[in-house]
């Protein structure tokens, strides 16, 4: 640590570690059972908020500057620069009006897309606020789950595997604690922790009393009491370092910035091309020239498009929040429309991780269990007789002495804290009146790794272990089996007949908890000597119900073309067990040992059929995963524990359990599931791809109507030279369309009806298509062939529109106005043709019925108010309209025709064969 960061900070506070427990209680005024909430309180108050305030993010006014830092409006700016020039020519006006409404239009643009960025950045903080990590403390002797930002100096936390660390601490208890401090140190291994008190020197990294903010529990837990918080713990010191990379754009966002820069070349060679001719092939002046240019880039350009992208975006994560998906960054709304595999735990996602005891087998005999869920009456059978609980104590006692779940205090929602697997085995304990009562001296605890747990406790000076896990991770330790109160040799006839049970038990869907126990003479011995030589002492078998409408949101993702693989670390029959109910394929099931044995090749091979892997450990997870990933396929996975964070990082879409999880996967993924249940994964990906398809048809809306604009005023200004030189090359405002003109269409016209294209509902059939190919583009040839379709027919059409009206009328105006109306009727009409694509009923939004209801409206005003001595336009008359009606309608069904025809030949967005 640096000695800046030391002078920085509360002197009286850098020693912590130095002295002893009872005195950094004591200096802290708290004791072992924390403070009181009234203290809590009060101490925050006094010392503000748990919180690192970091260096000042994107300012507004950054924010709305850069709205204008594109080429597309670099290009507008020039256009509306080129509109004043003119005006310093001899014998022209400049033109206000056009100049004037160019940067009006821009500066609305820039603060729409201002007010857009700035909600999306708001409503993406919002959601990290809700996944804001929370942290256990004792407040009034009890434990309490409070937010990590209203921990205070003098709390005691209480840390578990798995859990951040919400400030800087003094431990007072620990149990095989570790921690990964690298966001700190840089060290990434993890360090382990003890209690005594340590030289005044000791290095920050060495310091092995201390935990730190911003650094992660990774195994065993403990407790600590709080020392220092906010900016004066040592991340605050270097608070600078750590801020969090801010967000970079999404892929579609890319996509979209790419699009503009192509366009921003695409109008500089159409410009310069229209100069040459214009210049060499007919008689046009230079302002002429000039205002063609601005003309065409002012049409080209897709003024609202950015804003709506990141609109849509922003929306679509709000509505997946509702449905219990929270969104950690904006770009999974599109990967998920991607994803063609999912790979996800069991117990918890597709079950409901309510387990209560069923069956319990103990010497020769198995035994039945009655009482549903947490109730606590219950009865042991045998052959449908009702037996003594006294026959089953040691197994039940090991069951509730092995233990860290606890009763909840007369807490009215939760009856229980703690694992539902421990919960069940207190419950059947509590069946025969046995409480967890005993004094635990030591624990080694359980790891998905080893699968199994131990405790030491004392009775009486003398010291017993407990041991619990997965049936065989017991039975390997075991040398001995209790059988009628004799402790007998455990034989391998007897260890296969327990293996056996084991089997039986799990093909019925039971997960399956093997007992044992031993005496201890050095309670203080190594963990391995600790757990060998034990005397085995019988099974519990407990049931954990499938959610309901799992077995349903499996089959519609397979419809969606999506694999579902399961990988538990439960037995290998309880999965297929459980899998066969709810729709998986158990056949060539494998568990972790076999995954272990294939080569990297083979595991490819196999992963592409398998759908059940048992017995996984979160490594073995990472290899399916990585198979998968090499095999081509876009993966989701789920995951909770914490050595599940480096799989939930690398998958396509990593996804944390919110209400199971821990701090540090939710950190690693990129969707918290709020229920940790699978129905939300279907849910969150019909969203994502529905997301997608609207995203398509407002680009394609807005793109089509560009290249109508574009072809139209190119193409017009040269057919209008050559059959109307008097009028084209005298005039100089001789333009088909004027600059304001299409900043209209492009803004409010459409502008409206694309808000409301990126609400629009799902298609009904967004789970019955194949996934899209993780680097499909938006403008695929389906929506390019579309743009150009739409693009090439309002040109011509537009195009007889104009200079039949000019030849008959002998009005430049006439003509304009004709045409420009024309563009904004025939544009609504467009929208339902593209909309068809994605089978969506005419009336099916109401937003997008208001859009094109008030773009129309707005339209007429402009056409008979006063507006219209601003844009240049005169009232339509009747015959003028029944033309415009005539035309619109050539282009609307010719484009309807036209689509169909290229569904045929490229394959529709639906799947309606
Ligand atoms: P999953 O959550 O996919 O079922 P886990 O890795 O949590 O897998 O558990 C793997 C196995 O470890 C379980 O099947 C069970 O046999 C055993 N096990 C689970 N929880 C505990 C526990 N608290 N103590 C001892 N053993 C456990
Ligand atoms: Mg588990």
């Given at each position: 640590m640096s000695t800046e960061t030391e002078a920085e900070?509360?002197?009286?506070?850098?020693?912590?570690?130095?002295?002893s427990v009872d005195r950094v209680l004591d200096d802290l005024d708290t004791?072992?059972?924390?403070?009181t909430q009234a203290a809590a309180e009060s101490r925050l108050e006094e010392h503000g908020k748990n919180e690192i305030h970091e260096g000042e993010g994107v300012s507004p006014v950054e924010l709305f500057v850069s709205q204008f830092r594109d080429v597309l409006i670099y290009i507008l700016i020039f256009a509306a620069l080129l509109s004043l020039a003119v005006g310093f020519l001899p014998g022209e006006d400049p033109n206000y009006v056009d100049a004037g409404l160019i940067l009006l239009i821009l500066l609305g643009n820039g603060i729409f897309g201002f007010v857009q960025d700035y909600r999306a950045e708001q409503a993406m903080e919002k959601l990290r606020e809700l996944s804001a990590p929370e942290t256990a403390v004792l407040r009034d002797g009890e434990k309490r789950t409070v937010a990590a930002t209203r921990v205070v100096p003098g709390d005691i936390v209480v840390i578990e595997q798995g859990d951040a660390i919400p400030a800087d601490a003094r431990l007072i208890e620990v149990t095989n604690l570790e921690t990964m401090e690298a966001p700190l140190t840089g060290e990434s291994a993890g360090v382990a922790k003890e209690t005594g008190a340590l030289d005044a020197a000791t290095p920050l990294a060495e310091r092995s009393n201390m935990v730190y903010m911003n650094t992660d529990a990774v195994k065993g837990h403990g407790k600590a009491v709080v020392v220092e918080t906010g900016m004066n713990t040592e991340v605050g010191g270097i608070a600078s370092r750590i801020q969090e990379a801010k967000e970079g754009k999404t892929p579609f966002q890319e996509e979209v910035d790419e699009l503009g820069r192509r366009i921003g070349y695409g109008v500089g060679a159409l410009i310069a091309l229209v100069v040459v001719v214009q210049f060499l092939f007919t008689e046009a002046d230079g302002i002429a020239i000039l205002l063609t240019a601005v003309t065409l880039a002012v049409a080209a350009v897709p003024e609202g498009l950015p804003a709506v992208v990141t609109l849509t975006l922003a929306l679509g994560s709000k509505k997946m929040v509702e449905k219990n998906a929270l969104v950690r960054r904006l770009a999974v709304v599109e990967s998920l429309g991607s994803v063609d595999v999912i790979l996800t735990d069991k117990t918890g996602t597709l079950t409901e991780n309510r387990m209560t005891v069923k069956r319990i087998a103990f010497g020769d005999d198995v035994y039945q269990v009655s009482g549903a869920g947490l109730d606590l009456e219950g009865e042991f059978r045998r052959d449908d007789e009702t037996v003594d609980p006294e026959t089953l104590e040691p197994v039940l006692r090991c069951g509730a002495f092995c233990n860290n779940a606890e009763r909840a205090p007369d807490s009215e929602d939760e009856e229980y804290y703690g694992d539902p697997t421990e919960v069940a085995l207190l419950v059947s304990a509590e069946k025969a009146g046995i409480k967890n009562d005993a004094e635990r001296v030591r624990e080694v605890p359980f790891s998905s790794e080893r699968k199994r747990m131990t405790v030491v406790v004392e009775a009486g000076g003398d010291h017993v272990a407990y041991t619990k896990g997965a049936p065989e991770t017991v039975l390997e330790r075991c040398d001995r089996v209790l059988v009628d109160g004799e402790m007998r040799e455990l034989t391998d006839e007897t260890r296969r007949q327990i293996l056996e049970r084991t089997e039986s038990f799990a093909g019925d869907a039971l997960r399956v908890i093997g007992f044992a126990r031993k005496a201890v003479d050095d309670p203080d011995a190594d963990e391995d000597s600790l757990e060998r030589g034990l005397v085995f002492l019988g099974l519990q078998g407990m049931i954990d119900p499938p959610r309901a409408e799992v077995d349903e949101a499996v089959t519609d993702c397979r419809d969606a073309g999506i694999r579902v693989v399961m990988a538990t670390g439960d037995n290998l029959e309880t999965a297929k067990a459980i899998g066969e109910e709810i729709g998986f394929d158990p056949d060539g099931a494998m568990t972790g040992a076999d995954v272990e044995g294939l080569s990297d090749e083979e595991l490819q091979k196999a992963v592409e059929d398998i759908e059940v892997f048992a017995r996984v450990s979160p490594d073995h997870k990472v290899r399916i995963l990585e198979a998968l990933q090499a095999n081509g396929h876009r993966v989701a996975m789920t995951g909770d524990g914490v050595n599940d964070a480096p799989g939930v990082r690398n998958a396509d879409v990593g996804i944390a359990m919110g209400i199971r999880g821990t701090d540090v996967t939710q950190e690693a993924s990129d969707m918290v599931l709020q229920d940790d249940n699978f129905v939300t994964i279907r849910d969150a990906i019909a969203e994502g791809r529905g997301i997608f398809d609207n995203i398509r048809k407002f680009v394609n809306l807005l793109l089509s109507a560009n290249a109508g604009e574009v072809l139209t005023v190119f193409a017009g200004v040269l057919v209008g030279s050559i059959l109307f030189p008097e009028l084209f090359a005298a005039q100089s405002e001789a333009l088909i369309l004027t600059p304001v003109m299409l900043l209209w269409i492009n803004l409010v016209t459409d502008g409206l009806p694309a808000l409301a294209l990126g609400v629009d509902p799902k298609s009904p059939d967004v789970l019955e298509r194949e996934p899209r190919e993780s680097n499909e583009p938006v403008i695929d040839t389906r929506v390019l062939v579309s743009i150009l379709t739409i693009g090439v027919t309002l040109t011509a059409v537009g195009l007889v529109v104009f200079f039949e009206a000019l030849a008959t009328f002998e009005e430049l105006l006439v003509a304009q106005t004709l045409l420009f109306t024309f563009f904004v009727v025939s544009e609504m009409g467009i929208i339902q043709v593209i909309r068809r694509r994605f089978g969506q009923g005419l009336l099916s939004n109401r937003w997008l019925v208001g859009a094109v209801v008030t773009s129309l409206i707005l339209q007429l005003l402009v056409l008979y108010t006063p507006i219209a001595g601003l844009f240049g336009v005169y009232g339509i008359g009747l015959s003028g309209w029944v033309n415009i009606v005539a035309a619109v309608s050539v282009v609307v069904v010719g484009n309807y025709l036209l689509s169909m025809a290229a569904d045929r030949l490229l394959g529709a967005e639906r799947s309606n064969d």
């Open positions: 900070r509360d002197t009286s506070g850098d020693d912590w570690h130095t002295r004791n072992e059972d924390g403070l």
